[in-house]
């Protein structure tokens, strides 16, 4: 299938196309390369566009059979300071997007939604079937593009998958794509980089947190892994799939500690680091019920947390070497 991705040249974009290559798909990358490098999207076709312009999508759309939509802004805290970005982008231009599609043939649709669309879980695992109150913006315009899809299909014939994902992590394992954010508000890239000196002390955020060893608990799931569930999700869609949504996550929480101590199990040096106050609405602990990725897409994740921080320390030598220039 010919697939229009949105975001391609983006770090969870970029690993996905080329999960789709390797299925023997055609990806169209489609980017206005505002937060996106177009070194990631070397050896494929790039439209350099904005998602909002209907002529550019008209004519990016022909002959695509379905679009992955990872094109969005994507940091919690400038939602925060800048609502009207955030619903701009991921609602008024994802919307014109979704208008693009409705006029083209297109009708399988795949979004990149995210674990903060729960907001605070009062129980976990999280399941799809937990309550979804965002605690930011960048939450709400996510779970208001859900539900237009939901919507959308209902009415309009618009088929889609919306993946929930938890914390995307690691980098490609052949070396030639990884996580690179300016600025980088990540935490294991954060960890790595404080680990080689090339950014000050991590700050770790709370250290009295209702948690096992008091920091906070997260669910890292390899990038690769999700950009396979992408192509399993299309495949769903290509079967006759219904309009669903799904977590992606490894369903293992792990704490900011344990974090730390992996780091530095993988890269042999000490990760210095200091506490500071909790985050305002930072969540203190959230990991995935991936069960209906399972069973519906037969999806499961093949990098644990240390084969994920190797791919990620890899990537950052690369980085730190000078090897990789944008
Ligand atoms: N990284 C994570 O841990 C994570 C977790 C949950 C959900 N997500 C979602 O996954 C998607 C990808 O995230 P990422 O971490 O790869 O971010 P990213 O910033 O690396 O990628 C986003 C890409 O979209 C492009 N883009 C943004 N707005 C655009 C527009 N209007 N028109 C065209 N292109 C545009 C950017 O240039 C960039 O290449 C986002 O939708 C994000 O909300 C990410």
Same mark, same amino acid.
């Given at each position: 299938m010919r697939v229009l991705v949105t975001g391609g040249s983006g770090y969870v974009g970029?690993?996905?196309?080329?999960?789709?290559?390797?299925?023997?798909?055609?990806?169209?990358?489609?980017?206005?390369?505002?937060?996106?490098?177009?070194?990631?999207?070397?050896g494929y076709r790039l439209i350099e566009a904005d998602i909002a312009d209907g002529a550019a999508l008209a004519g990016a759309l022909e002959g695509c059979d379905a679009v992955m939509h990872f094109a969005a802004s994507a940091y919690v805290g400038e939602s925060v300071e800048n609502?009207?970005? *955030?619903?701009?982008?991921?609602?008024?231009? &994802?919307?014109?997007?979704l208008d693009g599609v409705l006029?083209?043939?297109?009708?399988?649709?795949?979004f990149s939604s995210t674990c903060a669309t729960y907001g605070i879980p009062r129980t976990l695992p999280i399941t799809e079937t937990s309550r979804r109150e965002p605690i930011n913006p960048y939450g709400a315009t996510k779970m208001f593009f859900e539900q237009a899809? &939901?919507?959308?299909?209902?009415?309009?014939?618009?088929r889609s998958v919306s993946l929930? *994902?938890?914390? &995307?992590?690691?980098?490609?394992?052949?070396?030639?794509?990884?996580?690179?954010h300016e600025p980088e508000t990540h935490l294991i890239p954060l960890a790595l980089k404080a680990a080689l000196g090339t950014a000050p002390a991590l700050k770790v955020y709370g250290k009295d947190l209702k948690t096992e060893d008091? %920091?906070?608990?997260?669910? *890292?799931?390899?990038?690769?892994?999700?950009?396979?569930?992408?192509v399993l999700?299309?495949?769903?869609?290509?079967?006759?799939? &219904?309009? %669903?949504?799904?977590?992606?996550?490894?369903?293992?929480g792990t704490s900011v500690a344990q974090l730390i101590a992996a780091v530095e199990r993988v890269s042999g040096r000490s990760v210095p680091h200091t506490y500071v106050e909790p985050r305002a609405g930072d969540p203190p602990a959230l990991f995935a019920d991936a069960a209906r990725a399972r069973s519906v897409l037969g999806w499961?994740?093949?990098?644990?947390?240390?084969?994920?921080l190797r791919t990620a320390w890899n990537w950052e030598l690369k980085l730190q070497a000078g090897g990789y220039r944008i």
């Open positions: 970029s690993h996905a196309v080329r999960e789709l290559s390797a299925a023997g798909h055609e990806a169209v990358i489609y980017d206005n390369l505002s937060t996106g490098h177009r070194r990631f999207s070397e609502p009207r970005k *955030y619903f701009r982008n991921n609602v008024e231009s &994802a919307l014109k997007l006029a083209s043939r297109t009708r399988l649709f795949i899809l &939901a919507a959308y299909s209902v009415s309009h014939g618009l929930r *994902y938890f914390n &995307a992590a690691g980098a490609h394992p052949g070396g030639a794509i990884g996580e690179l008091g %920091t906070c608990i997260r669910d *890292y799931v390899h990038v690769s892994d999700l950009g396979r569930a992408h999700a299309l495949d769903y869609l290509a079967q006759g799939g &219904a309009t %669903t949504a799904m977590n992606l996550g490894t369903g293992e499961r994740p093949r990098f644990d947390l240390l084969e994920t």
